[in-house]
């Protein structure tokens, strides 16, 4: 019977190429928005490498003007004592702008070998880690003997490394950030930080220990707080930081709403294209629908000599079906062609496992959908009374 | 071979209720080619589709081979359609996009058959009326006349042991209808197959064993 199916579905090739060229822009459609959408999940399945939870970010321009780098560095670690000191604080963090969740990036390539990496750079304080709760995998986070130290110390996170070594060995390893130049030594791995929200990857990333003249460019400090602190105790840091830093722009946000709002502006883009594939694929059940509904009628004086000649309305019924999922499946085979191309030639640097679970969901959607379509148009054939079937023809 | 016992039959709408049959009770025998006459409307085809178990009569009992048929479920129904009865028709109902050989076969793939017997049985049923140059054709590139023969040979390759043909001369021209004709004798004849035939043309009637005319639902003959 599948045969025969076949060679019906091949000499009406022309009637169905249509059908099949809607199945197939159907797939290729899904299978961007199941693309997107695995990526995004295996994303946000993803530890965010940092605890965002009673973390503040403190948003300030250096007013201090000295040109006494000694005294830049005790004016800002006595500001550190000083919110410190307060209950509800437990660590205070000086950082570069580029901030996790921020819209601020510092790029640049982590050279080894022959290898460059475009990375995320940021520089950090000693307490860096312990204000972001940041996990050290390998190694050790900066300390204050690294202020004296002869080659500059830097971290890594454990996608540089991977990047950089594969299954080598990364600490003690001397790197650069440009061309035949490694003068960094790797002394720390720690777990990459999902710096643009839960949707997107850890990013490549190496960490700069502050040096004394830092201080005249940092503009964040990262406050982790009590789960008590309430914003009573807001507007107290706000007023201690104000008075200390005369005539600075200061700002206090907190990272649990930076998050929420990173994650709302990186899902727009999901929710615009699953929008569209939503109206698509209602628009492709109709047309399908109307197909195989308009098929139906055409096709009754088939219907009713196959009816007659031995066919049991369920037979019926199964070979439309089955002649919509073997449409299904040649839309498939073609459609697989195009997107199997996607890991082959790593389009848009994404895991060929992303494509291939994607593919697989894509797939089982549409035969659902064409399942779906062709269930009720199918029994309707089966109700089909012989007698009329053939008169009508 | 078929007996029809008093069968009615009455098609119903929201405000009309015709009577297509009345009464009607008809033993045909093994062997047997009987034609049924009448004017159009008078309930032929009705009478036909009821003996081919394509439509139920509203009262009546119909016995083919002695076994009661009112019981049997749709998928029994199909089963014994297949293997008892050959259908043909005046329009043919061959399928375009299916080539003659393919078209022959039908009947075939719904019974336990190897694509090697089917290919065997539909080629000698079209050998048999004489269309062994045509099982590449498509039905669109055939005439009138050799679409009939098709159909005949798809009617008679699962080897029925009756026929019931609707008007097969219908569309024909007298020529084409006489070699139609012929062929129904010789399968009659020769194959002993049942043969109930509804035809319009008094020649036709005239040669098979016996003339059935119906008129307004009854059977007047």
Same mark, same amino acid.
């Given at each position: 019977m599948i045969k025969h199916l076949f060679k019906l579905i091949w000499n009406k090739k022309k009637q169905n190429f249509l059908l099949m060229s809607e199945m197939l822009v159907s797939f290729l459609v899904i299978f961007a928005v199941f693309t997107l959408m695995v990526y995004y999940y295996n994303n946000y399945k993803k530890t965010m490498g940092f605890d965002y939870e009673n973390l503040w970010v403190v948003n300030y321009n250096n007013t201090?003007?000295?040109?006494?780098t000694d005294s830049l560095n005790t004016f800002y670690e006595n500001l550190r004592q000083t919110i410190k000191s307060?209950?509800?604080?437990k660590e205070v963090s000086f950082c570069s702008d580029n901030v996790p969740l921020s819209q601020n990036q510092n790029q640049g390539n982590a050279n080894y070998k022959n290898i460059a990496v475009s990375s995320d750079h940021y520089t950090v304080d000693d307490n860096y880690r312990n204000a972001m709760n940041l996990q050290l995998l390998e190694g050790r986070w900066f300390n204050k003997a690294d202020a004296n130290a002869k080659i500059k110390p830097v971290i890594i996170s454990d996608e540089l490394r991977d990047r950089l070594f594969g299954n080598g060995v990364a600490l003690g390893k001397m790197i650069g950030i440009e061309d035949k130049k490694f003068d960094l030594r790797v002394v720390g791995v720690i777990q990459g930080v999902k710096a643009r929200g839960d949707y997107s990857p850890a990013k490549t990333a190496i960490y700069w220990r502050i040096d004394t003249g830092s201080y005249r460019w940092l503009g964040k400090m990262m406050v982790k707080v009590t789960p008590d602190a309430d914003a009573a105790f807001e507007g107290k840091l706000y007023k201690t930081l104000a008075n200390y830093m005369k005539d600075s722009n200061i700002e206090i946000e907190h990272m649990v709403n930076k998050r929420k709002s990173t994650n709302l502006f990186n899902l727009v883009p999901m929710i615009v294209t699953l929008i569209v594939a939503f109206f698509l694929v209602i628009n492709v059940a109709l047309g399908l629908f109307g197909v195989l509904w308009y098929n139906i009628n055409k096709r009754k004086g088939e219907i009713g000599l196959r009816r007659a000649i031995g066919a049991s309305g369920q037979s019926v019924s199964s070979q439309l079906v089955s002649e919509s999922m073997i449409l299904a499946t040649l839309s498939l085979i073609v459609g697989t062609f195009f997107a199997i191309q996607f890991p082959l030639l790593n389009v848009f640097d994404l895991k060929a496992g992303i494509y291939i679970v994607a593919m697989i969901l894509s797939i089982i959607f549409i035969y659902l959908l064409v399942l779906v379509c062709s269930l009720y148009p199918g029994k309707q054939a089966a109700a089909i009374y012989p007698a009329v079937a053939l008169h009508e023809e | 071979m078929i007996r029809l016992q008093n069968i009615e039959k009455v098609y119903r709408t929201d405000t009309v209720e015709t009577?297509?049959?009345?009464k009607v009770s008809l033993e045909i025998a093994k062997g047997e080619f009987l034609s049924i006459m009448g004017p159009s409307g008078c309930g032929k085809s009705t009478l036909l589709n009821i003996m081919g178990l394509l439509d139920e009569p509203s009262k009546g009992d119909v016995k083919i081979d002695n076994q009661k048929?009112?019981? *049997? !479920?749709d998928k029994q129904l199909a089963q014994f359609r297949n293997k008892k009865i050959g259908f043909i028709f005046q329009s043919y109902h061959l399928i375009n996009d299916l080539q003659v050989l393919d078209n022959v076969e039908l009947p075939l793939l719904y019974r336990s058959t190897t694509a090697k017997e089917r290919r065997q049985l539909a080629t000698e049923a079209l050998a048999k009326v004489g269309?062994?140059?045509?099982?590449?054709?498509?039905?669109?590139? *055939? !005439?009138g006349g050799q679409k009939q023969r098709v159909a005949i040979a798809r009617a008679i390759v699962g080897q029925p042991e009756i026929i019931l043909a609707d008007e097969p001369t219908g569309n024909l021209d007298s020529a084409m209808g006489n070699e139609i004709m012929d062929i129904l004798l010789q399968l009659n004849k020769n194959d002993g197959t049942t043969i109930v035939m509804v035809t319009h043309d008094e020649n036709m009637a005239h040669k098979t064993h016996r003339l059935v005319r119906l008129f307004d639902g009854s059977q007047v003959q």
């Open positions: 201090y003007q000295t040109k006494s307060m209950p509800q604080v | 009577l297509a049959l009345n048929t009112d019981n *049997l !479920s269309l062994s140059n045509r099982v590449k054709h498509f039905p669109s590139q *055939l !005439s």
